[in-house]
């Protein structure tokens, strides 16, 4: 499967194969994520790595090992904004482009970026989304047979709500876009299983796969897919309510929350009546 989420959180927090560094062309330690990254992966070490490549040029990017850090790192060398009359877009796209084929061409199957060139380059933050949500779906559609997960990470809430927003509106009704922004708790020791008998078409098993986030504060769920099961969590408190088996005759598990303090119902017949309504909202 092809995934995208956006994580706020520091990107040296992140447990990727690759973790992409938003690089100098001379592959010099600088600040920021960068520095943070150098630091992270152990300076020294890191450093050694990139004077034996040299440079880079702006608009595409090189990998050394991660050491302390993560498997790989990918230096990509984004554009300094000069108000976009100077290929600053193309160069852009062609970082994330080329960080994708690196993670490609070493066998990794995970992938952490920042939001290239919006730091002390200058990009439009909104710009820079956008260009970095059109270069990983092209890329996605161009090799739909790898399996890969995307992950953004970022630290400030209206870069992570531009992303979103950039992400979604791009990829959402092709690939599985997922925020981790909600503090999403485990389902507790007190549940009870039951057994839904259901099935879904192709269609709503795409939509299942694609989860559910809230679009207004008045929306009540969460939802996303890890492996066959189904999550579906309450968006105010984080509490787990339901998980879902699936299972191919139809008949699928679910463990349905009995804590008394995060969920009221105790009743199964009226569990599956509602879970059969909110599965049909989720799956529309």
């Given at each position: 499967m092809q995934t995208v989420s956006i994580r706020k959180t520091s990107i040296t927090n992140l447990k990727t194969e690759i973790i992409v560094n938003a690089a100098n062309s001379r592959l010099l330690q600088g600040s920021g994520v960068c520095g943070y990254i150098f630091r992270a992966a152990g300076a020294e070490k890191l450093q050694e790595a990139c004077y034996k490549i040299g440079?880079?040029?702006?608009?595409?990017?090189?990998?050394?090992?991660?050491?302390?850090?993560?498997?790989?790192?990918?230096?990509?060398?984004?554009?300094?904004?000069?108000?976009?009359n100077n290929h600053e877009q193309q160069q852009l796209y062609n970082c994330y482009q080329k960080a994708m084929e690196l993670a490609k061409?070493?066998?990794?199957?995970?992938?952490?970026?920042?939001?290239?060139?919006?730091?002390?380059?200058?990009?439009?933050?909104?710009?820079?989304?956008?260009?970095?949500?059109?270069?990983?779906?092209?890329?996605?559609?161009?090799?739909?047979?790898?399996d890969i997960a995307v992950e953004f990470a970022v630290l400030e809430e209206e870069i992570y709500r531009l992303g979103f927003e950039a992400v979604f509106d791009t990829m959402s009704e092709?690939?599985?876009v997922s925020s981790t922004d909600w503090d999403l708790a485990r389902m507790p020791r007190q549940y009870e299983t039951f057994t839904l008998e259901r099935a879904f078409s192709r269609q709503q098993m795409e939509k299942l796969y694609l989860?559910?986030?809230?679009?207004?504060?008045?929306?009540?769920?969460?939802?996303?897919?890890?492996?066959?099961?189904?999550?579906?969590?309450?968006?105010?408190?984080?509490h787990c309510i339901y998980i879902i088996q699936f299972r191919p005759n139809n008949e699928h598990i679910v463990n349905v929350n009995r804590n008394p303090e995060q969920y009221k119902c105790t009743d199964i017949e009226e569990d599956r009546e509602r879970l059969n309504k909110l599965l049909d909202m989720l799956s529309r």
């Amino acid at each position: 499967m092809q995934t995208v989420s956006i994580r706020k959180t520091s990107i040296t927090n992140l447990k990727t194969e690759i973790i992409v560094n938003a690089a100098n062309s001379r592959l010099l330690q600088g600040s920021g994520v960068c520095g943070y990254i150098f630091r992270a992966a152990g300076a020294e070490k890191l450093q050694e790595a990139c004077y034996k490549i040299g440079s880079c040029p702006t608009g595409s990017a090189v990998i050394t090992p991660g050491f302390d850090l993560c498997p790989y790192i990918v230096h990509a060398v984004g554009p300094v904004w000069n108000g976009g009359n100077n290929h600053e877009q193309q160069q852009l796209y062609n970082c994330y482009q080329k960080a994708m084929e690196l993670a490609k061409e070493n066998q990794c199957r995970s992938i952490g970026f920042p939001l290239i060139s919006a730091g002390i380059y200058g990009y439009p933050k909104d710009k820079a989304w956008k260009t970095a949500a059109q270069a990983i779906y092209h890329w996605f559609k161009l090799n739909q047979e790898y399996d890969i997960a995307v992950e953004f990470a970022v630290l400030e809430e209206e870069i992570y709500r531009l992303g979103f927003e950039a992400v979604f509106d791009t990829m959402s009704e092709h690939y599985k876009v997922s925020s981790t922004d909600w503090d999403l708790a485990r389902m507790p020791r007190q549940y009870e299983t039951f057994t839904l008998e259901r099935a879904f078409s192709r269609q709503q098993m795409e939509k299942l796969y694609l989860g559910y986030l809230p679009g207004t504060p008045e929306d009540r769920w969460v939802s996303y897919m890890e492996g066959n099961a189904l999550f579906i969590h309450r968006s105010r408190t984080g509490h787990c309510i339901y998980i879902i088996q699936f299972r191919p005759n139809n008949e699928h598990i679910v463990n349905v929350n009995r804590n008394p303090e995060q969920y009221k119902c105790t009743d199964i017949e009226e569990d599956r009546e509602r879970l059969n309504k909110l599965l049909d909202m989720l799956s529309r």
